[in-house]
């Protein structure tokens, strides 16, 4: 069965991470995969963490940052870069640009909160 998770701005939540969520499509029913919207504003850089059994995808929309990952080293994004950070590695972005960074948090399976890590 079709279905549609109608965008709700006024359900924007700050995050102890250090940025702003809102859930786009979060569900038991349907468990393989959630979609937020993120925005970190100027100069802020998120928390150090990582996800437990869930790989997450960044795709950013609109800003510029920086993404850092023990996985790699520090790398530079803009709009309509794909980053694909898998489960359990540490990870933070920082809004390096003069406006909102903004980007789509895809998580795969869905994000749970008990799968959060925080490592700061």
């Known amino acids: 069965m079709s279905s549609i998770d109608q965008y709700n701005p006024g359900a924007e939540f700050l995050t102890g991470e250090g940025c702003y969520i809102t859930e786009l499509c979060n569900a038991d029913g349907d468990a393989e995969c959630s979609i937020a919207r993120a925005r970190v504003e100027p100069g802020v850089t ?64 869905r994000f749970r909160q008990e799968n959060y890590r925080d490592l700061d």
């Open 46 to 109: 998120t928390r150090l963490h990582s996800l437990c059994d869930t790989v997450e995808r960044y795709v950013i929309l609109s800003g510029s940052g920086r993404v850092s990952s023990s996985s790699q080293p520090a790398f530079e994004v803009e709009c309509f870069d794909v980053v694909r950070i898998p489960a359990g590695v540490p990870q933070q972005i920082s809004n390096t640009g003069r406006e909102d960074l903004v980007f789509l948090c895809i998580c795969t399976p």
